[in-house]
C-alpha cells in the first residue's frame, strides 16, 4: 500500500512570495489533515478534511493560508503571502475516518525556508 | 498549561537500558493515545497507540496509560542506538464538535542511547 505523497520536498522562497504544497492521502483514506511542524517542536494542526469538506481550521492563519481538497482525494496548502515565521516543515497525514480510533500516516513532510 | 506536556529532554541512556518516556495532558475527555517516533530530518512514525487503561507491549515497546491521572508513557527495553531519535506523544479528542479526532502533539523527547 503506497503512503502519503507530497510534493516539493524542500521549497526556498523570499519573504512575500507565495508557495503551495501538494498531498496525495493514502487510497481510500477519508480524513487528511495538514500540520506545521516547526523546529524543536511538536506538529501542530493547521487544518482538518473529512472527504473534501473542512472539519477543523481553527489554527490555520486564514489572512495568508489557505488549503483546498476538491474531489475528496488530494489537496493543496497556500501560503500568499509568506512570512519569515512560516519557515518550517509541512506535514500531511490521513487516516480512513475521522474517529479517535484511527490510526493516522505522514507523508514525508515539505521544509519550507522563507528568506 | 500546555494541552499535552513532555519533557523536552535530552534524555541520554546507556545501550540495553530501559528508556521511559513520559506525557501527560489536559483534555480529560481524551479517548485515544498515540506514540511517534521522529528521525532526524523525517517525518513522525506511528510505533504505538493505546486505547484504555493499562499496559500494552509490543516487542521492546510498552505504553501505559493512567486517564485517571491523565498520564501516558512509553517505555523501550533493551535500547539501542537505534532508537536514538525523538519521540512524540500525541492524544486524540473523543468529544463531538471541531476537536472529534484532532491529533494534538507534545512537543516531544528527544532520546538519545549511547553504546
Known amino acids: 500500500e503506497a503512503g502519503v505523497a507530497q510534493s516539493p520536498r524542500y521549497k526556498i522562497i523570499e519573504k512575500r512570495q507565495s508557495v503551495a504544497f501538494w498531498c496525495n492521502p493514502i487510497?481510500?483514506?477519508?480524513?487528511l489533515y495538514w500540520y506545521q511542524q516547526i523546529l524543536g517542536q511538536g506538529p501542530k494542526l493547521l487544518i482538518q478534511f473529512q472527504n473534501n469538506g473542512v472539519v477543523d481550521d481553527s489554527q490555520l492563519p486564514k489572512d495568508r493560508f489557505s488549503a483546498e481538497r476538491l474531489k475528496g482525494v488530494d489537496s493543496t496548502l497556500k501560503i500568499q503571502p509568506a512570512k519569515l515565521e512560516d519557515s518550517a516543515v509541512y506535514l500531511c497525514a490521513s487516516s480512513l475516518r475521522r474517529t479517535p480510533y484511527n490510526e493516522q500516516f505522514f507523508g514525508p513532510g515539505t521544509r519550507l525556508t522563507v528568506l | 498549561q500546555k494541552e499535552v506536556e513532555q519533557n523536552s529532554g535530552p534524555l541520554s541512556v546507556p545501550e540495553g537500558a530501559i528508556a521511559s518516556l513520559n506525557c501527560t495532558y489536559s483534555d480529560r475527555g481524551s479517548q485515544s493515545f498515540f506514540w511517534y517516533r521522529q528521525y532526524s530530518g523525517k517525518s513522525p512514525e506511528l510505533i504505538m497507540s493505546i486505547y484504555s487503561n493499562g499496559d500494552k507491549e509490543d516487542g521492546r515497546f510498552t505504553a501505559q496509560l493512567n486517564k485517571a491521572s491523565q498520564y501516558v508513557s512509553l517505555l523501550i527495553r533493551d535500547s539501542q542506538p537505534s532508537d536514538s531519535a525523538t519521540y512524540l506523544c500525541a492524544v486524540r479528542g473523543g468529544a463531538g464538535g471541531t476537536s472529534y479526532g484532532k491529533l494534538t502533539f507534545g512537543q516531544g523527547t528527544i532520546l538519545t542511547v549511547h553504546p
Open positions: 487510497s481510500g483514506h477519508a480524513t
